[in-house]
C-alpha cells in the first residue's frame, strides 16, 4: 500500500512522520512529478498534475474540511473525496464565533475604546433577547456553534439544507425556511459549504433581511460574501459590522477596505485550524479501516460531489 503527501502551504515532514509511525510497513512519500501512483492521497491544493498522475487512487484525504477548491480540480474517476471531520475545528470554531458575538453584544469594542482614554463609563446592558443569532450551515462546525451560542442564552436559530434537529436552536431547513430564518435574526454566522447553491449568498437583498443592527460573522468561504453589498449596508447604518476570517482573495489584498474599516473586524482564516496530531490520527483510522475492507460509504466525512460537500 501506498500513501503519496501533496500539500501546498503545509511542511511536510512531521506529517509524514505521523503517517510513517501509523503505517511502518507501507511507503509514505511525499509526491515528486513522475512518482510512482498510490493508493490513498493526503492533500491540501494539489496540482491537477498530481492528480492527473493517479488514475488508481482510492481515495483523497483533504487535510480541511472545506473541500471546493479541490472540487474544482479533474479528480481520479475511482477516488472518494474525504475531507476532515471535525479533529479538532468545531471546538475552535465555537470558540471563535462565540466571542465574536459576545465581543459585540457586549460591546467590548466601546468599552476598550473609552478605557484608552481614561474613561471609566457604563453602558445600559443590551437585552440578550434583541440579538438572535442565525447560524447558516448546522453540520459538523455549525451544530456545535450554534449549541455553544445557545449555553449562553442566546436565541438561536439554525438553517440548512435537509430538516435538523438541534437542542437549545430554532431549525429552519430549505428555500421555503430561508425567508424566516433571516428575517428573524440579527447576528448571522456562516458555516455553510461553498457550492453553486450557496455562492453569494450573503448579498444586498439576503443582508438587508437581517433585524436593524444586523452584524455578519463569516468563518466558511469569502465567496459567500458580496463585499461590497456588505459595506453599503454598514454605511447605511442598516448593519453595526462585520467580523470576517474568510475572504475572496487569501491573504486579504493590501488595498481592500475590509482592513481599515471601523466596523469591520479581520482576522487572517484562522478562525478553526487544522490540528496535525488529531487529523493525522483520523485520516489513519480511515485508511486503516479501507485496508481492512471496510466499505468507503460507511466512513464519515466522506464527500457528496452532487452536493459539493
Ligand atoms: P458540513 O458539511 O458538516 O456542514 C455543512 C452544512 O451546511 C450542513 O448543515 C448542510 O445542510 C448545510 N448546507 C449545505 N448547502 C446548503 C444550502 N444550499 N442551503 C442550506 N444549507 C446548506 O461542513 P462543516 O460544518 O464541517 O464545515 C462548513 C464549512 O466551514 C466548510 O465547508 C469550510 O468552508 C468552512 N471552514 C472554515 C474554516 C476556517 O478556518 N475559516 C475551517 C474549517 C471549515 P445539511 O445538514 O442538510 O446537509
Ligand atoms: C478548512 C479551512 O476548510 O481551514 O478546513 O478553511
Not at 431549525?171 to 453569494?200: K, Q
Request: proline content about 7%; glycine content about 8%.
Amino acid at each position: 500500500m501506498k500513501i503519496s503527501f501533496c500539500c501546498t502551504d503545509t511542511k511536510a515532514e512531521p506529517w509524514l512522520a505521523g503517517l510513517r509511525a501509523a503505517f511502518p510497513a507501507d511507503a509514505v512519500e511525499q509526491w515528486v512529478p513522475g512518482a510512482e501512483p498510490a493508493d490513498y492521497a493526503v492533500v491540501w491544493a494539489p496540482p491537477q498534475q498530481f492528480l492527473d498522475e493517479q488514475p488508481q487512487l482510492k481515495a483523497l484525504f483533504n487535510i480541511g474540511a472545506g473541500v471546493d477548491a479541490l472540487l474544482k480540480l479533474r479528480l481520479p474517476p475511482s477516488a472518494a473525496v474525504v475531507r476532515l471531520d471535525d479533529a479538532g475545528m468545531s471546538v475552535q470554531m465555537a470558540e471563535y464565533v462565540c466571542h465574536a458575538v459576545i465581543r459585540h453584544f457586549r460591546e467590548f469594542d466601546a468599552y476598550e475604546a473609552d478605557v484608552k482614554l481614561g474613561k471609566w463609563s457604563y453602558r445600559r446592558p443590551q437585552l440578550r433577547a434583541d440579538f438572535p443569532v442565525g447560524v447558516m450551515g448546522l453540520g459538523v462546525l455549525g451544530e456545535r456553534v450554534a449549541r455553544a451560542l445557545a449555553q449562553f442564552d442566546f436565541p438561536v436559530r439554525g438553517w440548512s439544507r435537509s430538516p435538523r434537529e438541534v437542542p437549545g436552536v430554532q431549525c429552519f431547513s430549505g428555500d421555503a425556511g430561508f425567508h424566516d430564518f433571516l428575517s428573524a435574526t440579527r447576528i448571522l454566522v456562516c458555516l455553510l459549504p461553498l457550492t453553486p447553491g450557496t455562492e453569494n449568498i450573503m448579498n444586498r437583498q439576503t443582508l438587508s433581511r437581517l433585524r436593524p443592527g444586523g452584524y455578519v460573522i463569516n468563518v466558511a468561504r469569502g465567496a459567500h460574501l458580496v463585499d461590497e453589498d456588505l459595506i453599503a449596508l454598514i454605511d447605511s447604518g442598516h448593519l453595526a459590522g462585520a467580523t470576517l476570517d474568510v475572504f475572496r482573495t487569501e491573504p486579504l489584498p493590501a488595498e481592500h477596505v475590509f482592513w481599515k474599516h471601523p466596523k469591520v473586524t479581520v482576522t487572517p482564516h484562522t478562525s478553526a485550524r487544522t490540528l496535525r496530531e488529531e487529523s493525522i490520527a483520523q485520516i489513519a483510522g480511515k485508511i486503516a479501516a479501507l485496508q481492512a475492507g471496510q466499505d468507503i460509504s460507511s466512513l464519515a466525512g466522506v464527500v457528496d460531489p452532487k452536493k459539493g460537500y
